[in-house]
Nanobody, 117 residues
Framework: QVQLVESGGGLVQPGGSLRLSCAASGSTFSTHAMGWYRQAPGKQRELVAAITGGGRTNYADSVKGRFTISRDNAKNTVYLQMNSLKPEDTDVYYC???????????WGQGTQVTVSS
C-alpha cells in the first residue's frame, strides 16, 4: 500500500506560481507512475499531468507550457510546478500513484489551489 501526502497549495494571484509536492511512502517509488489530477465541485476529476517511472511525461492541453511535472526518486516525491496561473486553474489538486505490478491506484487527500485577485 502507498500513502501519499500533498502540500504546497494555497491562494495566488493570476499570473503567479505555485509548486505542489507529493511525498509517497514505500521503497519502490521509482517504479510508480505518478499523476496530478484536479477536481472542482460537481465536476469529474481530470488528469493534469503524469510521469512514468522512466520520466516520460504528458499534460492536459489546458496546462501545456505552464505546468511541469517532475520527480525526485531519492526523496520519494513528485512535484507539480504551476506557472502563469489562471482563475480557471482553481481546484482541489490530487496526487495519484499507480505502482508497477499493483492493480490498485492510490490517492492523496488533496490540496486546494485558488487563483484569485
Amino acid at each position: 500500500q502507498v500513502q501519499l501526502v500533498e502540500s504546497g497549495g494555497g491562494l495566488v494571484q493570476p499570473g503567479g506560481s505555485l509548486r505542489l509536492s507529493c511525498a509517497a511512502s514505500g521503497s519502490t517509488f521509482s517504479t510508480h507512475a505518478m499523476g496530478w489530477y484536479r477536481q472542482a465541485p460537481g465536476k469529474q476529476r481530470e488528469l493534469v499531468a503524469a510521469i512514468t517511472g522512466g520520466g516520460r511525461t504528458n499534460y492536459a492541453d489546458s496546462v501545456k507550457g505552464r505546468f511541469t511535472i517532475s520527480r525526485d526518486n531519492a526523496k520519494n516525491t513528485v512535484y507539480l510546478q504551476m506557472n502563469s496561473l489562471k482563475p480557471e486553474d482553481t481546484d482541489v489538486y490530487y496526487c495519484a500513484a499507480a505502482p508497477y505490478g499493483d492493480p490498485n491506484d492510490y490517492w492523496g487527500q488533496g490540496t486546494q489551489v485558488t487563483v484569485s485577485s
